[in-house]
């Protein structure tokens, strides 16, 4: 969690359970409100309950900075945080809190695929004669477009083939919202006809057409199109999901509402709709478990497939790929598009080139012209730092990388980094999908809303979110090893407040740790021994 405080230094609250196996590690993140950093992190025990097993040495308090990717985000109607209201700040908090519904539900979907499959029926049974037979493999990695956005339009024909985007970003009434209620009297209701519109490159068949096809709608055909306030032309909310209408004006999704809408005037902006997003993720679960009984939850719109023991040719599992997209949408109203090839790594980057609405399959032989003009950006597990670190190395495209020998990699990025990288930019990728994937962490996070003036209101908030940890720890049945505390301070020239409203600003981040001699779970426990790091 990370806020800024009254006095211009950071506040952040944060705790978590970590469990390797059914044992738990728990981290819990807080900004005091002075300069001092406060953290520490509860580490896996192995400990399962009822286990009578050693408990772990004392490990000594680390400190060490820590880079946070949370994202704000807005809260309607919030006020700072204060202990008298901290229990209904915290539930309001988290029922808007987009990125904990969707932490939420990535680890709910694990568990309910490795749990459900076993006892699914799949729509085709194992052949003897199939690819594993002949030495081959399919993986197929799914992903639903423009999710959100997907979901928010099916009762909203007037908005298809549009600029849209979701975000937290509230419409007066009797404006833009009224005018969303009550679409233009040519609006289509025809959901055959927009799924047919969207089908743009379903058809593509070569390597080339496909990463050729244009993967977005003119927009200079739009006359009435839906216009937002002015007002939230300066909006700082963050744009969650986009229409390709929207992307091919320059908006992308992280960008903020007020940049969106600069770019994209017509953009129209739809709240989110929670219920909706988890009851089309689970449509689309069961639709895939139907299919195959090896799967990889992902998050909730995204999964891996492995077809290997399904189809006995490549031309089988795209006819089976084809039906799977096509009942999904089926089901949900909603587009799906899918990579196919011999690993998880190539897989994803397939489905890159089959967006919008289509599939991509990248034969073996194929592999080193497909990777080397792709940026290193674009490879799982590369983020910024490490693009930076490329980019200073004079590497651009995974064909430059490709030219550096491993130990080189390894020398200037690490080991780890540097196999990665050296495997990656060859299509090298040995991972099996992972179907057991049991709940590795539980936490309770705050980024918003957070100002505190005195030491008692900070003691106050962790006591708050223990309760949190402990109640989602009892849902997990796990239990924590090792508490963390984490801290962000206001950097040295910022801004004493932030330019988003409550925001946490622009911070440096640090953490402490300690392990516990004995797992718990108690919120009266974990709490103390926050309170002391």
Known sequence: MEEVGDDGRSTAATLEQISPSPAAESLLEFAAPDDRVREGVINSTEHTEGQNVPPPPVVPVNEHPKHSSSTPVHVPKAMPYKPARGSDFINEFYTH??????????????????????????????????????????????????????????????????????????????????????????????????????????????????????????????????????????????????????????????????????????????????????????????????????????????????????ADSIEGVERIVRELRDEVRDKTGCSVSAGISHNMLLARMCTRVAKPNGQFRLPPDRVDEFLAPQKVQNLPGVGYSLTRRLQEMGLQTCGDVRALTLGKLQSECGTKTGRMLHDYTRGIDARELKIDAERKSVSADINFGIRFSDISEAESLIADLATEVEKRAEEARVLAGTVTLKLKIRRPGAPVEARKYLGHGSCDNTSRSCTLLQPTRSSSEIARIAGKL
Not at 120 to 149: E, I
């Open 97 to 310: 809190s987009r990125l904990h519904h969707l932490s939420t539900w990535s680890s709910e979907l694990k568990q309910f695929t490795s749990r459900t499959l076993p006892h699914v029926m799949p729509k085709y049974p194992k052949l003897t004669a199939s690819l594993r037979s002949l030495g081959q493999r399919a993986v197929v990695h799914v992903d639903l477009d423009c999710f959100f956005v997907s979901v928010s339009i099916r009762d909203k024909p007037h908005l298809r083939g549009r600029p849209v985007a979701v975000a937290h970003a509230k419409l007066p009434k009797n404006d833009g919202a009224e005018r969303l209620a009550n679409p233009p009297p040519n609006a289509s209701n025809s959901l055959a006809a927009s799924r047919a519109a969207a089908d743009v490159n379903q058809n593509a068949t070569s390597l080339e057409q496909q990463m050729s096809e244009s993967c977005a709608t003119d927009l200079s055909t739009l006359s009435d199109a839906v216009h937002l306030p002015s007002h939230l032309q300066e909006s700082m909310s963050d744009v969650a999901s986009c229409s390709y209408e929207a992307r091919k004006s320059g908006v992308c999704n992280g960008m903020q509402v007020g940049t969106a809408l600069k770019r994209c005037p017509d953009l129209t902006i739809l709240p989110y709709q929670f219920d909706r997003y988890r009851q089309v993720s689970q449509e689309f679960y069961e639709t895939m478990m139907r299919y195959s009984a090896v799967i990889e939850a992902v998050s909730c719109d995204e999964a891996y497939v492995e077809l290997t023991d399904y």
